[in-house]
Protein backbone atom coordinates (compact mmCIF):
# COMPACT_ATOMS: atom_id res chain seq x y z
CA UNK A 1 0.00 0.00 0.00
CA UNK A 2 2.98 2.25 0.93
CA UNK A 3 4.28 1.75 -3.08
CA UNK A 4 1.05 2.47 -4.54
CA UNK A 5 0.68 5.81 -2.67
CA UNK A 6 4.16 7.02 -3.63
CA UNK A 7 2.99 6.03 -6.94
CA UNK A 8 0.11 8.14 -6.80
CA UNK A 9 1.58 10.92 -5.56
CA UNK A 10 4.67 11.38 -7.79
CA UNK A 11 1.79 10.82 -10.75
CA UNK A 12 0.47 13.88 -8.92
CA UNK A 13 3.11 15.70 -8.62
CA UNK A 14 3.95 15.25 -12.25
CA UNK A 15 0.46 16.74 -13.23
CA UNK A 16 0.78 19.76 -11.06
CA UNK A 17 4.33 20.34 -12.13
CA UNK A 18 3.22 20.18 -15.84
CA UNK A 19 0.14 22.77 -14.97
CA UNK A 20 1.93 24.96 -12.90
CA UNK A 21 4.30 25.26 -16.28
CA UNK A 22 1.98 25.64 -18.75
CA UNK A 23 0.18 27.99 -16.69
CA UNK A 24 3.45 30.28 -16.43
CA UNK A 25 4.09 30.21 -20.33
CA UNK A 26 2.86 33.67 -21.83
CA UNK A 27 -0.47 33.23 -23.81
CA UNK A 28 0.76 35.38 -26.96
CA UNK A 29 0.44 39.03 -27.47
CA UNK A 30 -0.10 38.52 -31.15
CA UNK A 31 -2.88 36.72 -33.09
CA UNK A 32 -0.32 33.98 -33.76
CA UNK A 33 1.28 33.57 -30.48
CA UNK A 34 -2.58 33.11 -29.41
CA UNK A 35 -2.50 30.24 -31.85
CA UNK A 36 0.78 28.69 -30.99
CA UNK A 37 -0.49 28.76 -27.12
CA UNK A 38 -3.51 26.72 -28.00
CA UNK A 39 -1.37 24.53 -29.92
CA UNK A 40 0.99 24.04 -26.73
CA UNK A 41 -2.25 23.65 -24.67
CA UNK A 42 -3.43 20.86 -26.55
CA UNK A 43 -0.45 19.23 -26.43
CA UNK A 44 0.18 19.37 -22.60
CA UNK A 45 -3.05 18.14 -21.93
CA UNK A 46 -2.39 15.37 -24.28
CA UNK A 47 1.18 14.92 -22.60
CA UNK A 48 -0.93 14.31 -19.24
CA UNK A 49 -3.60 12.23 -20.20
CA UNK A 50 -1.00 9.94 -22.20
CA UNK A 51 0.94 9.61 -18.52
CA UNK A 52 -1.86 9.00 -16.82
CA UNK A 53 -2.99 6.38 -18.64
CA UNK A 54 0.17 4.40 -18.64
CA UNK A 55 1.36 5.07 -14.95
CA UNK A 56 -1.95 3.80 -14.38
CA UNK A 57 -2.22 0.75 -16.63
CA UNK A 58 1.81 -0.05 -15.17
CA UNK A 59 0.77 0.43 -11.43
CA UNK A 60 -2.70 -1.90 -11.80
CA UNK A 61 -0.49 -4.71 -13.86
CA UNK A 62 1.68 -4.70 -11.51
CA UNK A 63 -0.15 -5.13 -8.47
CA UNK A 64 -2.60 -7.67 -10.31
CA UNK A 65 0.15 -9.77 -11.42
CA UNK A 66 2.38 -9.90 -8.72
CA UNK A 67 4.33 -13.09 -7.25
CA UNK A 68 2.44 -13.97 -4.57
CA UNK A 69 3.20 -17.64 -3.97
CA UNK A 70 6.66 -17.52 -6.32
CA UNK A 71 4.94 -19.18 -9.20
CA UNK A 72 4.87 -17.07 -12.55
CA UNK A 73 1.29 -15.60 -13.38
CA UNK A 74 -0.73 -17.28 -16.30
CA UNK A 75 0.69 -16.46 -19.52
CA UNK A 76 -1.36 -15.34 -22.68
CA UNK A 77 0.79 -15.17 -26.20
CA UNK A 78 -1.00 -12.81 -28.25
CA UNK A 79 -4.36 -11.18 -28.31
CA UNK A 80 -5.12 -9.23 -31.76
CA UNK A 81 -8.09 -7.28 -30.41
CA UNK A 82 -5.46 -5.55 -27.37
CA UNK A 83 -2.48 -4.91 -29.97
CA UNK A 84 -4.94 -3.80 -32.56
CA UNK A 85 -6.17 -1.08 -30.17
CA UNK A 86 -2.60 -0.24 -28.32
CA UNK A 87 -1.38 0.51 -31.90
CA UNK A 88 -4.91 2.26 -33.20
CA UNK A 89 -5.07 4.82 -29.98
CA UNK A 90 -1.76 6.14 -30.91
CA UNK A 91 -1.54 6.53 -34.12
CA UNK A 92 -4.74 7.92 -34.31
CA UNK A 93 -3.13 10.73 -31.37
CA UNK A 94 -0.50 11.30 -33.34
CA UNK A 95 -1.95 11.90 -36.92
CA UNK A 96 -4.45 14.24 -35.25
CA UNK A 97 -1.37 16.30 -33.21
CA UNK A 98 0.30 16.47 -36.60
CA UNK A 99 -2.66 17.83 -38.42
CA UNK A 100 -3.33 20.39 -35.79
CA UNK A 101 0.59 21.05 -36.05
CA UNK A 102 -0.02 21.68 -40.21
CA UNK A 103 -2.91 24.04 -39.76
CA UNK A 104 -1.67 26.43 -37.48
CA UNK A 105 1.75 26.59 -39.10
CA UNK A 106 -0.50 26.95 -42.21
CA UNK A 107 -2.08 29.99 -40.44
CA UNK A 108 1.08 31.57 -39.02
CA UNK A 109 2.18 31.62 -42.95
CA UNK A 110 -0.48 33.07 -44.68
CA UNK A 111 -0.31 36.57 -45.57
CA UNK A 112 -2.59 38.83 -44.44
CA UNK A 113 -4.07 41.57 -46.29
CA UNK A 114 -3.84 45.18 -45.61
CA UNK A 115 -1.35 46.35 -42.91
CA UNK A 116 1.81 47.91 -42.34
CA UNK A 117 5.15 47.23 -43.83
CA UNK A 118 8.25 46.93 -41.96
CA UNK A 119 11.92 46.11 -42.75
CA UNK A 120 13.94 45.20 -39.99
CA UNK A 121 17.52 44.75 -40.16
CA UNK A 122 20.25 43.11 -37.54
CA UNK A 123 23.71 44.07 -37.71
CA UNK A 124 26.19 43.63 -35.24
CA UNK A 125 25.36 44.46 -32.39
CA UNK A 126 21.87 45.96 -32.88
CA UNK A 127 18.59 46.80 -35.50
CA UNK A 128 17.44 48.95 -37.78
CA UNK A 129 13.89 49.23 -38.87
CA UNK A 130 12.81 51.02 -41.78
CA UNK A 131 8.85 52.11 -41.96
CA UNK A 132 8.90 50.93 -45.94
CA UNK A 133 5.50 53.18 -46.32
CA UNK A 134 6.64 56.28 -44.78
CA UNK A 135 10.17 56.25 -45.67
CA UNK A 136 11.23 56.17 -41.70
CA UNK A 137 14.48 54.69 -40.35
CA UNK A 138 15.30 53.89 -36.61
CA UNK A 139 18.76 52.63 -35.85
CA UNK A 140 19.64 51.22 -32.46
CA UNK A 141 23.11 51.66 -30.84
CA UNK A 142 23.62 49.49 -27.61
CA UNK A 143 23.50 52.28 -25.44
CA UNK A 144 20.11 53.00 -26.56
CA UNK A 145 18.38 49.90 -27.89
CA UNK A 146 16.20 49.75 -30.73
CA UNK A 147 12.28 50.22 -29.73
CA UNK A 148 10.02 49.57 -33.17
CA UNK A 149 6.97 51.76 -32.74
CA UNK A 150 3.48 49.72 -34.17
CA UNK A 151 -0.12 49.66 -34.52
CA UNK A 152 -2.27 47.41 -32.72
CA UNK A 153 -5.27 45.01 -34.18
CA UNK A 154 -3.48 45.63 -37.72
CA UNK A 155 -1.48 43.32 -39.80
CA UNK A 156 2.38 43.99 -40.02
CA UNK A 157 3.97 42.56 -42.95
CA UNK A 158 8.13 42.21 -41.55
CA UNK A 159 10.62 41.23 -44.20
CA UNK A 160 14.06 40.48 -41.65
CA UNK A 161 17.33 40.25 -42.91
CA UNK A 162 21.06 40.60 -41.75
CA UNK A 163 23.70 42.47 -42.73
CA UNK A 164 26.59 40.37 -41.67
CA UNK A 165 26.36 37.08 -40.11
CA UNK A 166 23.29 35.07 -38.31
CA UNK A 167 21.23 36.70 -35.69
CA UNK A 168 17.32 35.62 -34.45
CA UNK A 169 14.74 37.97 -33.35
CA UNK A 170 13.14 36.59 -30.23
CA UNK A 171 10.22 38.09 -28.77
CA UNK A 172 9.16 36.16 -25.78
CA UNK A 173 5.26 37.78 -25.39
CA UNK A 174 4.63 36.79 -28.70
CA UNK A 175 6.17 33.61 -28.99
CA UNK A 176 8.02 34.40 -31.87
CA UNK A 177 11.60 33.88 -32.90
CA UNK A 178 12.69 34.16 -36.39
CA UNK A 179 16.55 33.93 -37.64
CA UNK A 180 17.69 36.77 -39.64
CA UNK A 181 20.16 35.06 -42.37
CA UNK A 182 22.80 37.26 -44.63
CA UNK A 183 21.76 37.40 -48.14
CA UNK A 184 18.60 36.20 -47.44
CA UNK A 185 15.51 38.33 -46.78
CA UNK A 186 12.49 36.17 -44.36
CA UNK A 187 8.93 37.60 -44.72
CA UNK A 188 6.55 36.81 -42.00
CA UNK A 189 3.45 38.96 -40.47
CA UNK A 190 2.19 39.64 -36.85
CA UNK A 191 -0.75 41.01 -35.38
CA UNK A 192 -0.55 42.11 -31.92
CA UNK A 193 -3.67 42.58 -29.65
CA UNK A 194 -2.48 44.74 -26.72
CA UNK A 195 -0.79 47.82 -26.37
CA UNK A 196 2.17 47.78 -24.22
CA UNK A 197 5.98 47.35 -24.42
CA UNK A 198 7.02 44.07 -26.06
CA UNK A 199 11.01 43.19 -24.92
CA UNK A 200 12.97 41.13 -27.43
CA UNK A 201 16.42 40.47 -28.33
CA UNK A 202 18.91 38.15 -30.63
CA UNK A 203 18.50 34.75 -29.76
CA UNK A 204 21.71 33.37 -32.15
CA UNK A 205 25.26 34.18 -30.39
CA UNK A 206 26.91 36.26 -33.16
CA UNK A 207 30.01 37.28 -31.44
CA UNK A 208 31.50 39.81 -28.11
CA UNK A 209 28.49 42.34 -27.84
CA UNK A 210 26.05 39.60 -28.55
CA UNK A 211 24.20 40.72 -25.19
CA UNK A 212 23.81 44.45 -26.51
CA UNK A 213 21.33 42.95 -29.33
CA UNK A 214 18.55 44.03 -27.29
CA UNK A 215 15.45 46.11 -27.88
CA UNK A 216 11.87 46.44 -27.96
CA UNK A 217 8.12 46.86 -29.60
CA UNK A 218 5.85 49.33 -28.42
CA UNK A 219 2.83 48.69 -29.67
CA UNK A 220 -0.08 51.51 -29.74
CA UNK A 221 -3.77 52.58 -30.84
CA UNK A 222 -3.89 53.24 -34.56
CA UNK A 223 -4.34 56.98 -34.14
CA UNK A 224 -1.71 57.04 -31.97
CA UNK A 225 0.66 55.51 -34.35
CA UNK A 226 -0.14 58.12 -37.31
CA UNK A 227 0.57 60.92 -35.14
CA UNK A 228 3.93 59.49 -34.21
CA UNK A 229 4.72 58.37 -37.82
CA UNK A 230 3.40 61.69 -38.85
CA UNK A 231 6.12 63.68 -36.47
CA UNK A 232 9.06 61.77 -37.66
CA UNK A 233 7.56 62.41 -41.73
CA UNK A 234 7.97 66.34 -40.58
CA UNK A 235 11.42 66.15 -38.52
CA UNK A 236 9.71 66.02 -34.87
CA UNK A 237 12.36 65.60 -32.32
CA UNK A 238 9.42 64.60 -29.89
CA UNK A 239 6.26 62.45 -30.14
CA UNK A 240 2.87 64.06 -30.28
CA UNK A 241 2.30 65.84 -26.49
CA UNK A 242 0.63 63.03 -24.78
CA UNK A 243 1.17 60.20 -27.02
CA UNK A 244 4.11 58.60 -25.23
CA UNK A 245 6.07 59.31 -21.93
CA UNK A 246 9.65 61.85 -22.60
CA UNK A 247 12.19 59.85 -23.93
CA UNK A 248 10.24 56.25 -24.44
CA UNK A 249 10.92 56.17 -27.98
CA UNK A 250 14.77 56.52 -29.51
CA UNK A 251 15.96 58.97 -32.04
CA UNK A 252 17.02 58.02 -35.65
CA UNK A 253 20.64 57.35 -35.53
CA UNK A 254 22.31 56.67 -38.52
CA UNK A 255 24.05 53.29 -38.82
CA UNK A 256 27.39 52.40 -36.20
CA UNK A 257 30.01 52.85 -38.59
CA UNK A 258 31.40 50.68 -40.91
CA UNK A 259 27.59 49.46 -41.45
CA UNK A 260 25.85 50.82 -44.17
CA UNK A 261 22.31 51.52 -43.78
CA UNK A 262 19.42 49.43 -46.05
CA UNK A 263 19.70 50.11 -49.57
CA UNK A 264 16.39 52.75 -50.22
CA UNK A 265 15.89 53.82 -46.51
CA UNK A 266 16.25 57.56 -45.32
CA UNK A 267 16.17 58.72 -41.95
CA UNK A 268 13.54 61.51 -41.21
Known sequence: MMRVGRRRL???LLAVVAL?????????????????????????????????IVWSLVTWSVL??????????????GDIRIEAIWTAI???????????????????????????????????????????????TDTGTPENPLQ????????????????DVNHAMYLPAFLFKRDAIPGHVTSFDIQITEPGTYPGACAEFCGVSH???????????MATYEAWLAGRKSGASAAPAGSWTPGATPAA????????????????
Not at 211 to 221: I, N
Not at 253 to 268: D, E, M
Open 10 to 12: GVT
Open 148 to 163: IVLPVNTPVHVSLESL
Open 90 to 136: PLATVLALFAMTVITLNSLDAVQPGGVNIRVVAFRWQWQVVYTDAGV
Open 64 to 77: RYRRRDGRLPVQHM
Open 20 to 52: TVGGCMPAGATTQGKQISTLYDVFLVGGIVVAG
Open 253 to 268: SPAPSGIPAPAGSTAP
Open 211 to 221: DDMLFAVKAVD
